[in-house]
């Protein structure tokens, strides 16, 4: 047993694009042999998908990668603080392309 599946007790939910399972089902079980997809939950979700889980609601948006469906997640934390974009661009944070410099 490998260190990525030793004392596992829930499995891990992961969301993503129709295919995903395939993608998840073939990998591991070529990697990790037969068992490694009990460890796993996987969701093949739609654009604008949104779940509220335990302790978050995630929301899925359609991004362009041209070569694969991929999705952009948000991730919504209850009582977690939004982020003020005016604040952060007036104290000179660096956005976009400015931040690759840093």
Request: proline letters at 6%; hydrophobic letters at 35%.
């Amino acid at each position: 047993q490998s260190l990525f599946v030793q004392d596992k007790n829930c499995a891990l939910k992961v969301f993503g694009p129709k295919s995903i399972k395939e993608y998840f089902d073939l990998n591991f079980k070529l990697t990790y042999g037969p068992d490694i997809p009990q460890y796993f939950q996987i969701f093949e979700v739609e654009d604008d998908f949104t779940a509220n889980l335990s302790h978050f609601k995630l929301t899925t948006k359609k991004i362009n990668h041209n070569i694969v469906p991929s999705f952009g997640y948000q991730l919504e934390f209850p009582g977690a603080e939004t982020l003020n974009y005016q604040r952060l661009r007036e104290s000179g944070f660096p956005f976009g392309l400015e931040i690759q410099k840093i």
